[in-house]
């Protein structure tokens, strides 16, 4: 089942979240990532994300997430909920 992530990170700024980003993604998508999404809020950063499932999104936290975040002083916890529908225009 897929799920959905949602990070507000407060206090994360665009440098922090691009060197994340470019450290564990660059420009391909991780396998198993089916959206994401990230732009800067009143208090910090958010990042939204779907993927195929837990077990997909735990094995990319595991082997590369995990560390780009630790590397970049990020601590923010997601949130985690199964999706029961995706809509696509």
Do not use: N
Request: glycine letters at 8%; one cysteine or more.
């Amino acid at each position: 089942m897929a799920i959905c992530l949602i990070v507000d990170g407060e206090g994360v700024t665009e440098a922090q979240y691009d060197q994340v980003h470019t450290e564990v993604a660059g420009d391909t998508p991780p396998q198993g990532a089916l959206y994401h999404v990230a732009g800067p809020t009143e208090t910090g950063w958010c990042v939204v994300e779907v993927w195929e499932s837990q077990e997909a999104f735990q094995r990319f936290f595991d082997e590369k997430l995990q560390s780009a975040l630790q590397k970049a002083g990020i601590s923010s916890q997601p949130r985690i909920f199964p999706v029961a529908r995706i809509m696509q225009p």
